[in-house]
């Protein structure tokens, strides 16, 4: 090889290297976003919401089901198609997914570790994606189990069940466009909008060099001409509510514990249900029950069960409870496997506190408590009481606070019966015959 021939060869490498784009593994903290977006829901005259962006949604925090790699591939495949396709946004990952697939990825990725900031998200996260089945919606959920705010929900239904997800991963890429553009004018509005968020998403001078503004690039709906769907075609959404559960002694004391509660007697919030259940005892339990403030009824049951209309078609329907529409205001009782066979489910109002208390007849040392599904590790004792309250969402008109917003599919009428109907009949085989 001549020495000119010899020369040649590392420029010629120096430039394919300079030309391709090379992976960023990267992960940063959280903390270097820009605060969260608080949308708006626009009420209609059909039972869904519409939701309005003030500005373009930034922090995306994606939620995936664990132990299933094919999960992962398509968390990679949306991850990418975001940041390229919308330049302004940035990808959260908790921390454990963000460990394992960062590698992965051309971009930076985001995240916090909850034990040591358990509320990190509530500040930051514009919008959360989840990528799994029921579980994994109830789990994106937990994690703002004290945030009277929570982010709106695109669920992609990739689990065993996926009663609660209104899409199909095959459906991303749109799914995903409707929600972004929620709010985005048409035409001549992009441009305006794109100069008032500016002062918004900025980062204060004494930040950090590598946070986010450094690598977004173009922001604003300006920077994705052509998806606008108008300001009156937001993404409809569904608003499911929770319960509010706190576990409190015989004196009045809150001893409710769960990850970043910090407040005393507010309780933290549940999207299915509280169950209480004698667990490992050889006893039934003894439940004084209290609904209204008024003695209900001494209850002789493996467990009591008290659920959201969302969770009716958990472990409530198992129990024997009633299937609820989710948009009808009710708190549901069920008890399992009631000693008495005249005690049967209720249905309660939407505003009825509910108390159940530890009789000091029960045999058993105590019971477990566990809240969607969870269990929270700390027993009640006899003479400890579960009380549960509602949630308040609507504080005037098109003034919504709290429950978490669903992104619901598209329809003819703007309603919210045919994602439900459908998932009873598809899903649930709602009064199946037997052999078929």
Same mark, same amino acid.
């Given at each position: 090889?001549?020495?000119?021939?010899?020369?040649?060869?590392?420029?010629?490498?120096?430039?394919?290297c300079?030309?391709s784009?090379?992976?960023c593994?990267?992960?940063?903290?959280?903390?270097?976003?820009?605060?969260?977006?608080i949308?708006?829901?626009?009420?209609?005259?059909?039972?869904?919401?519409?939701?309005q962006?003030?500005?373009p949604?930034r922090?995306?925090l994606?939620?995936?089901? #664990?132990?299933?790699p094919?999960?992962? %591939?398509s968390?990679?495949e949306?991850a990418?198609?975001i940041? @390229?396709?919308? *330049?302004? =946004?940035?990808?959260?990952?908790e921390?454990?997914?963000?460990a394992?697939?960062?590698?992965s990825l051309?971009?930076?990725?985001y995240t916090?570790?909850?034990d040591?900031t358990p509320?990190?998200f509530?500040?930051k996260?514009?919008?959360?994606?989840?990528?799994?089945g029921?579980?994994?919606?109830?789990?994106?959920?937990?994690?703002?189990?004290?945030?009277?705010?929570?982010?709106?929900?695109?669920s992609?239904?990739?689990?065993?069940?996926?009663f609660?997800?209104?899409?199909?991963?095959?459906?991303?890429?749109r799914?995903f466009?409707e929600?972004?553009?929620?709010g985005?004018?048409?035409g #001549?509005r992009?441009s305006?909008?794109e %100069?008032e968020?500016?002062p918004?998403?900025?980062?204060?001078? @004494?930040?950090s *060099?590598g =946070?986010?503004?450094e690598s977004?690039?173009p922001?604003?709906w300006?920077s994705?001409?052509g998806?606008?769907?108008?300001?009156?075609?937001?993404?409809p959404?569904?608003?499911?509510?929770?319960?509010?559960?706190?576990?409190?002694?015989?004196d009045?004391?809150?001893?409710?514990l769960?990850?970043?509660?910090?407040?005393?007697?507010?309780?933290?919030?549940?999207?299915?249900?509280?169950?209480?259940h004698?667990?490992?005892?050889?006893?039934?339990?003894?439940?004084?029950i209290f609904?209204?403030g008024?003695?209900?009824?001494?209850?002789?049951v493996d467990?009591?069960?008290?659920?959201?209309p969302t969770g009716?078609t958990?472990?409530?329907l198992?129990?024997?409870?009633s299937?609820?529409h989710?948009?009808v205001?009710?708190?549901?009782?069920t008890p399992i496997?009631?000693?008495s066979?005249?005690?049967?489910?209720?249905?309660?109002?939407l505003s009825?506190?509910i108390t159940?208390?530890?009789?000091?007849k029960?045999r058993?040392?105590?019971?477990?408590?566990?809240l969607d599904g969870?269990?929270l590790g700390q027993?009640?004792?006899?003479g400890?009481?579960?009380?549960?309250?509602n949630e308040e969402?609507r504080?005037?008109?098109?003034?919504?606070?709290?429950g978490?917003?669903?992104v619901?599919?598209?329809?003819?009428?703007g309603?919210?019966?045919?994602?439900?109907v459908?998932g009873?009949?598809?899903l649930?085989k709602?009064?199946?015959?037997f052999?078929?």
């Amino acid at each position: 090889m001549t020495m000119q021939a010899f020369r040649r060869v590392p420029s010629l490498a120096l430039r394919r290297c300079f030309s391709s784009s090379a992976p960023c593994h990267e992960i940063r903290d959280i903390s270097a976003l820009s605060r969260r977006l608080i949308p708006k829901y626009q009420e209609s005259q059909g039972e869904l919401l519409s939701l309005q962006w003030p500005a373009p949604p930034r922090n995306i925090l994606l939620v995936r089901k #664990d132990c299933a790699p094919a999960v992962t %591939e398509s968390l990679i495949e949306f991850a990418d198609h975001i940041t @390229s396709t919308y *330049p302004s =946004t940035a990808v959260v990952l908790e921390s454990k997914t963000a460990a394992e697939v960062h590698s992965s990825l051309s971009f930076p990725v985001y995240t916090a570790s909850l034990d040591e900031t358990p509320n990190a998200f509530h500040d930051k996260i514009d919008l959360t994606v989840t990528l799994g089945g029921d579980g994994t919606i109830l789990h994106a959920s937990s994690l703002f189990a004290t945030c009277s705010n929570v982010p709106p929900v695109l669920s992609f239904s990739m689990g065993t069940l996926g009663f609660l997800s209104e899409w199909k991963f095959s459906e991303f890429k749109r799914a995903f466009r409707e929600v972004y553009m929620s709010g985005a004018g048409a035409g #001549d509005r992009t441009s305006v909008l794109e %100069e008032e968020i500016r002062p918004m998403v900025a980062l204060p001078q @004494s930040s950090s *060099p590598g =946070t986010q503004d450094e690598s977004m690039g173009p922001t604003g709906w300006s920077s994705v001409r052509g998806k606008s769907m108008g300001s009156t075609r937001g993404a409809p959404i569904l608003m499911r509510n929770r319960l509010k559960v706190g576990l409190f002694t015989g004196d009045g004391r809150e001893t409710t514990l769960t990850r970043g509660k910090s407040d005393q007697g507010a309780g933290v919030y549940v999207m299915n249900e509280l169950l209480i259940h004698r667990g490992k005892e050889p006893h039934l339990a003894v439940v004084d029950i209290f609904v209204g403030g008024r003695y209900l009824t001494e209850a002789v049951v493996d467990g009591i069960i008290i659920s959201t209309p969302t969770g009716s078609t958990a472990y409530s329907l198992s129990s024997g409870g009633s299937i609820v529409h989710p948009l009808v205001p009710s708190i549901l009782l069920t008890p399992i496997c009631a000693r008495s066979l005249s005690f049967r489910p209720l249905v309660l109002p939407l505003s009825t506190p509910i108390t159940l208390r530890l009789s000091e007849k029960n045999r058993g040392r105590e019971l477990e408590v566990s809240l969607d599904g969870v269990n929270l590790g700390q027993g009640m004792a006899i003479g400890m009481e579960a009380r549960v309250w509602n949630e308040e969402m609507r504080h005037g008109q098109n003034e919504w606070h709290g429950g978490v917003p669903s992104v619901m599919r598209r329809s003819m009428g703007g309603e919210a019966h045919e994602g439900w109907v459908g998932g009873l009949n598809g899903l649930l085989k709602f009064n199946h015959p037997f052999g078929e």
